[in-house]
């Protein structure tokens, strides 16, 4: 397939009259020089904007299927969220026992093993548990919660850590710098989250190894003029990534202004950390085995606590431009290359040889118009 006259993001702004060539489900190749080929299907993207698909490194479900329950939910979301632009994703667990944890990880890896011929392409877990902090638990259940040991991870990995892409950790728990040291030499990316931990500890988990902050402000402590605590020292130093979740739930928008003002759009991406209900009409769901109640585009616990959310990426992309006010160019980087970048993933998220489908495309307004998936298009005569 040859898209032609599209606004191509090139990873820091936009190239008018812009040609993609795709096949075998992948772009081949970028250019405006590109020929239509003799029998080559053609979209005329008529000065539309053509965005990578979408890399979500943060969420726990979609449409009904959760990432605990094992490799068939995991398959399902791969293919719900293909067809919502997702080209890759980090299935995300929650605080469970060992056994429960290590099913879910088993799945994912079964993903990543088989990948789903037309789905999201897995580029691994992100255990968001159980290394966690008590105070700081959010919706996660802090019965499930152990402090860091190397030895407990590998085995609810399997003696696998591939499989995993990303974990989160209080860095102020015992055994944390150890743990951080190896998980990093083993490849898994590191991020903080739920913590009680202060600004200088974060600077200390840097320098273990640390890269990463999990939803930027909530579960964490807060930003305070003599204690900038895990958000004022993650955003000026310059080796975190650090995850929003820009539903205007979660955070304020001068808030989300903030973030992007302070790390720019290289360190800031919006993730969606989405419960099973994304997707789904408002009602009762589940996280983590518990109870959530869905109203009004929130996700709660009886008790009042949000427990996740019900975003997904388009919307987190039109929120960040239309109601938040983020430059395009900043706004289209924190939901494709800078999300990918933050996992150390070096095709997904970017439109270049072999970066997957689907594509996504979008009208001056910065509303989806089309997702890109290859099939149903004219052909070349």
């Known amino acids: 397939m040859l898209i032609v006259n599209a606004n191509v993001w090139n990873g820091k702004g936009f190239e008018e009259k812009g040609r993609i060539r795709t096949g075998g ?12 080929r003799a ?31 094992g490799e068939e939910a995991v398959r399902a979301m791969s293919r719900s969220l293909f067809a919502e632009g997702v080209a890759a994703f980090c299935p995300t ?6 056994e429960e944890t290590a099913r879910a990880l088993r799945g994912i890896q079964a993903v990543m093993d088989r990948p789903e011929p ?9 255990m968001e ?6 105070a700081r638990a959010g919706a996660q259940r802090k019965e499930c919660f152990r402090l860091p040991a190397w030895e407990s991870f590998l085995e609810m990995t399997g003696g696998r850590p591939e499989s995993v892409r990303l974990i989160t950790v209080a860095p102020e728990l015992a055994g944390s710098e150890a743990f951080i040291r190896k998980a990093r030499a083993a490849g898994v990316r590191v991020s903080l989250g739920h913590t009680a931990a202060d600004g200088a500890t974060v600077h200390r988990a840097g320098d ?20 900038p605590g ?58 983590g085995g518990q109870e959530v109640v869905v109203r009004g585009g929130e996700a709660r616990l009886r008790d009042g606590t949000l427990a996740g959310s019900v975003l997904t990426m388009k919307e987190a992309l039109g929120n960040l431009i239309r109601r938040f006010g983020i430059p395009p160019e900043t706004a289209c980087a924190m939901v494709t290359e800078t999300p990918a970048a933050s996992v150390g993933e070096a095709v997904c998220g970017r439109l270049i040889p072999g970066s997957p489908l689907p594509l996504t495309r979008w009208s001056p307004k910065w509303e989806m118009k089309e997702i890109i998936r290859e099939d149903q298009l004219p052909v070349a005569r």
């Not at 667990?93 to 060992?98: I, K, N």
């Not at 548990?129 to 008590?134: D, K, N, W």
């Open 129 to 134: 548990a159980p290394f966690l902090s008590p």
């Open 118 to 126: 037309e789905g999201a392409r897995v580029l691994g877990a992100h």
């Open 230 to 287: 895990v958000p004022g020292a993650a955003l000026t130093d310059d080796r975190f990534f650090c995850e929003l979740i820009c539903d205007g739930i979660h955070l304020h928008p001068d808030i989300i202004r903030l973030a992007v003002r302070a790390a720019g759009a290289g360190r800031v991406l919006a993730v969606t950390d989405a419960m099973e209900a994304a997707g789904m009409p408002e009602g009762i769901y589940q996280l």
């Open 93 to 98: 667990t929650m605080s469970a026992s060992p």
């Open 208 to 227: 273990w190894g640390a890269d990463h902050v999990t939803h930027l402000f909530n579960a964490q402590t807060p930003l305070h003029h003599r204690e």
């Open 39 to 69: 029998g080559e299907r053609i979209l005329d993207a008529e000065g539309d904007t053509v965005l990578p698909g979408f890399v979500d490194v943060h969420i726990h479900a979609f449409r009904g299927r959760d990432t605990m329950a």
């Open 25 to 36: 489900g992948r772009v081949t190749e970028t250019g405006r020089e590109l020929s239509p």
